[in-house]
């Protein structure tokens, strides 16, 4: 049965606090699977503040939370040190990245790899879930598609529980990605990361810092509502939707939605796709 689950990041302002506080109310609401946190972009609140927001949601908001851990910024010590907390707060579930780069912040020497720290956890924490995240148009600096699915054979092989996927705005881009994995032995379940690009400064962003594939239909959308915000949204949820049922239909193993922040986006996603679930829970009796 496929799943549905959100993402969040932590705010920067008490005004972000409180917004966050209204969107994780109406996120609950919506029924998820689960929340996953990221991290802060402030140094010294790397990790503390997505602790205290996966312990929030996870005993405020009563559903499971997922933490995000950049291996290049934690040392054993910095991991040894969230894993306890999370543990502390009943938070069992964690994403393991490699993290990206960030002039602010300062890499340490331990993890080298996300799988260098799926490793660690897996055979210091065994009660922890762990997820990886993978490239269904293989990661930037990777070789090839080739490269990519080897590297993740390791990351899986490590001890990742299951995999979320980077956006895409081309299903057929998962769909291949998926069939890759497949004939490579990789059998954990795939959760496709879907992002609803709800304005034009989200989809310049995008189309500047990513490799994702850009279907001609996205570029009309572009092309067409980018002096009109409203009927931008409006049509990049549509969009968002549209990737979902197609997603569903085909057996995607769930579903995750990159909302930032944005609980409007999300529930209005799910007000039209919710159907497709109950459609899954009938047929799964």
């Known amino acids: 049965m496929t799943t549905l689950s959100y993402e969040v990041f932590p705010p920067n302002s008490q005004v972000g606090i409180d917004h966050l506080s209204q969107v994780l109310a109406e996120l609950r609401d919506l029924d998820p699977a689960f929340i996953s946190v990221t991290c802060s972009s402030k140094t010294s609140q790397l990790a503390k503040e997505t602790v205290k927001v996966a312990d929030y949601v996870q005993n405020q908001c009563q559903v499971p939370a997922m933490a995000h851990l950049p291996a290049w910024y934690l040392s054993k010590a910095d991991i040894d040190r969230i894993l306890e907390q999370l543990r502390a707060r009943h938070v069992n579930r964690v994403l393991v990245l ?6 602010n912040l300062q890499k340490k020497d331990d993890f080298t790899h996300a799988n260098d720290l799926i490793v660690y956890i897996r055979q210091n924490y065994p009660d922890f879930q762990i997820t990886g995240a993978c490239y269904p148009e293989k990661h930037p600096e990777s070789l090839s598609m080739v490269d990519e699915i080897q590297h993740l054979r390791l990351k899986v092989a490590a001890g990742c529980d299951q995999i979320i996927t980077q956006l895409f705005l081309d299903n057929q881009c998962f769909y291949r990605f998926r069939e890759l994995c497949a004939v490579a032995g990789i059998d954990v379940p795939i959760i496709a990361g879907v992002m609803p690009i709800v304005n034009e400064r ?26 009109h915000p409203q009927a931008l949204k409006q049509a990049g949820i549509t969009y968002a939707i549209d990737q979902i049922v197609d997603l569903v239909t085909n057996d995607v193993a769930g579903v995750h939605l990159y909302t930032m922040n944005q609980a409007d986006t999300a529930r209005q996603i799910k007000q039209n796709i919710g159907s497709l679930f109950q459609v899954q829970c009938e047929g799964a009796k």
């Open 98 to 103: 490699r993290g990206d780069e960030r002039p």
């Open 202 to 227: 989200q989809a310049n962003r995008i189309l500047r810092t990513s490799a994702v594939a850009v279907p001609e239909k996205f570029k009309k959308i572009l092309a067409k509502y980018q002096d």
